[in-house]
């Protein structure tokens, strides 16, 4: 029956099919920003369970056998314009992972993920990790299920990895990290022996209510467009979007240190900058979405450190930070605020993390991950083996699990495999920024000035308008000439902590 | 085969059902919420898509014929529990009245609000009705064209007057307004004459962050559980929840007069407390909803009128408001601000109306919707009828339409119906009152203490938890010994205005 039909009623009811979906899923994003957000205490059991019924049934929608032979059909159809096609390639692939999870799985994994969410934040807040075991115990169980279904070669962990970042598994990564890892070492090595010590200007106290304004007016003199989204404050700052007209980002306030809320919030306005960019006519749509994970790290890496940590943005940031808190600031140069937001050294929290020692936090959780999902390690030995990793590869000691095993969100939403695309997008946003340099789009003296509109508009171009065009390696090399190359961070890294 | 399944399978399949419905109806709210406290300004086309979504789906699931046939068998099983057999009649009820209306029809309707809602906001803060006429006008036209869906008899208007008031008509309410006019009237005149002249000592300059912070601090102390709900700004109050376990108001600043926030907030705190004490056990149920919305209304009035604007309250409250404005509060004494809170005086403002006018500013709508449902009136006539109205029934001229017929958030989301609710709920509301001094609930000294206690628990055992076991008047009867009388009204209003 379907067969008679022609290619444009066909992808017309593709459309109203994905909007519905999308529908659902952007409203399922908005309770899950509120959870984070505002929600009050007490409501979370009803609020797990409003956001399950809803990803059950945009899973339920989109894994609908009648959808999967609308796409079918549609994937025949030489008379769609590219665009159309290349939408129903990726939907059909993305249609055959999803039918792989049982709606019911999908409802109970939704559940899953808002009890240990709300566990982790307790157990944060009494930094205990025993109040959040239990319920990680549950849900790394149900990644391991998922795992299944989704089916893999040689490692359960390929199976999440594949999801995060298309391609990628255990065998390439190893390859990455074994790349990355041994001239990283040896290079902080060099830089942790020869760097000048630096007294942190950021480093003393800067009020709660003061860090707010100065961060949104921030915001206001770097673009961001506050019609099309918002800042609030949450437990772990993080990007989302409702469609690329509502895309908001949360930060965190340490009213110890300015420095952590300010490049926060320049790292989520990259992931922010890149979601208002897709195009909007390809909403709900694949094309309208990001290219991968590792693209989007690589938008907000690059403005969190790239520019973010350049000497002509701190040329530009300084006098707006003493605008702000005067006093704080009496005396402080550029160079000073350079060198201060440059500083490597170990530490233990990863999105406070310099450049330099920031893959082996990733390396770290990209280690724990793989054991656990090979059945090699259990979830109460994680703080042990946690401990022990950032003794061995960064020399420190993780004096609680605040500080250490439960610093990031991402295990009690069941991410697990997520961490490594942090690598990848740092090394995708120096790859990046060189091609900035190159085609002078990105220059110190419009730094210096607060002129980001090329940057920008080049990224529009070349990132954010494609969605999903191509995959993460393809658009790198479309861009750049190269896919993934580590060798081009070493020599950005070198050059900038040795001078 | 249904036939074959035993009440408690086929209640269980309802309950499922049910819940979904509910979960995709509080999501909604939850978007709805954010619409009017957080939504970037450029966002809202995106926005006002999903809500449709979720609000045709909800439609969708509840008005499905297997949904039906289920209400239809379970109808007839007598060994269902009273709850349950309560729940599948109201259930039963609900979907004839839904099945009328098309999921297109509410697809359209829920687009149209979306627009109306935000051309109204645009018309208020440019004080232009012009803004609002179109998307008002697309309105009413839906609302004439449910009407007709709805079915009625006499007039079109009863068909949505039902919707808000179950058994409420044209005729009905002719009485009611009739009844309570007159007296009303006398009473007014004759109080505005007597009425010795105040000073309102709120009526001056208050900072808005220290409002907010007031605000905030007489919740706490009026025993509001933040754990289970929220305050938030917007640009007009509401009461909304989605689930007892989370329930929100709102509320809106005037930086020229501190009363305005603080009793518009103990008004929604009346509502808020109703849907806090709707018992979880029925989340989704009708008998998890409240009982209508003139009872709802009842909860708002009694706390922000009889109990609120009570001698005691004000010597409970003067104190707490002079700690947060001693400055303004210098001198002020309880008599002066009981005074001041209930001076009578024809105003513009429905929300800022006193208890004797207030009933007028309801009627001027209602006449206003009734003559538009009858075609008698049209939209764009709207602010010569309001103005008219205003000058014949209270004396005053109206000096523009966004203090006038723009003032109301109400037709901009399509509540054509709604406003009678009001003075019904007003006039239980005294009557609630009177019930509870004669069964010594409510004491003076224990008001004038801040011991609020007694009445919640009486309130969430009359009221609260029975969600809509009866009817209004029949609840209202259960617990007073009679249904609605107006004369209770006029007593009390007699009473407290001419002493």
Not at 187 to 209: R, S
Not at 452 to 461: R, S
Request: glycine share 6%; with cysteine.
């Amino acid at each position: 029956m379907l067969i008679q039909k022609n290619s444009t009623d066909l992808y017309n009811s593709y459309l109203q099919q994905m909007h519905r979906i999308a529908d659902l899923r952007y409203a399922n994003a908005v309770l899950q920003w509120d959870q984070e957000t505002y929600l009050p205490k007490k409501a979370t059991d009803f609020r797990g369970q409003q956001s399950a019924t809803l990803s059950e049934l945009a899973h339920e929608f989109f894994t609908a056998s009648t959808f999967g032979s609308l796409l079918e059909e549609l994937s025949g159809r030489t008379d769609l314009d590219a665009n159309q096609q290349r939408n129903i390639a990726l939907g059909k692939y993305d249609f055959d992972k999803s039918v792989k999870l049982p709606a019911a799985f999908v409802r109970k994994m939704s559940e899953q993920v808002t009890k240990s969410y709300h566990a982790w934040v307790a157990a944060r807040n009494q930094n205990s990790f025993a109040i959040f075991l239990p319920e990680l115990e549950q849900l790394t169980g149900l990644k391991k299920q998922e795992a299944d279904l989704l089916g893999y070669e040689s490692h359960p962990y390929n199976a999440l990895l594949n999801d995060y970042e298309k391609g990628s598994n255990v065998a390439w990564l190893d390859g990455v990290f074994g790349k990355l890892l041994q001239p990283l070492k040896a290079l902080l090595d060099e830089v942790l022996v020869k760097q000048a010590k630096v007294t942190d200007p950021l480093n003393q106290f800067f009020d709660k209510d003061q860090q707010w304004a100065f961060c949104n007016d921030l915001l206001q003199r770097m673009g961001f467009d506050f019609g099309l989204g918002r800042q609030d404050l949450s437990e772990h700052p993080f990007t989302t979007s409702f469609s690329p007209q509502d895309v908001r980002i949360t930060t965190r306030i340490n009213e110890q240190n300015l420095g952590f809320m300010t490049w926060s919030t320049l790292h989520e306005l990259g992931h922010a900058w890149y979601e208002q960019g897709l195009p909007t006519t390809q909403y709900g749509l694949p094309l309208g979405e990001a290219c991968s994970l590792s693209i989007h790290e690589s938008q907000s890496r690059l403005w969190e450190n790239c520019i973010g940590r350049s000497h002509s943005f701190c040329e530009w940031l300084l006098p707006i930070i003493a605008e702000h808190f005067p006093k704080q600031m009496e005396g402080v140069t550029a160079e000073q605020l350079y060198h201060s937001v440059n500083e490597v050294k170990p530490s233990l929290i990863r999105t406070e993390a310099d450049e330099l020692t920031y893959h082996f936090h990733v390396m770290i959780r990209y280690e724990i991950e793989k054991k656990i999902m090979a059945g090699d390690l259990q979830v109460k030995e994680i703080p042990i083996l946690w401990n022990e990793l950032y003794s061995k590869y960064l020399g420190i000691n993780v004096p609680d699990d605040k500080q250490g095993c439960l610093q990031d969100i991402h295990w009690s939403h069941g991410s697990f495999g997520y961490f490594p695309t942090y690598s990848l997008g740092s090394l995708y946003a120096v790859q990046l920024f060189y091609q900035l340099q190159k085609e002078k789009i990105s220059k110190d003296e419009s730094i210096a000035q607060g002129t980001f509109t090329p940057v920008i508009n080049w990224l529009g171009k070349n990132v954010h308008t494609k969605g999903r065009q191509q995959e993460s390696d393809a658009l790198c090399s479309e861009i750049c000439g190269e896919g993934l190359n580590s060798e081009i961070f070493i020599r950005y890294a070198r050059s900038k902590f040795l001078p």
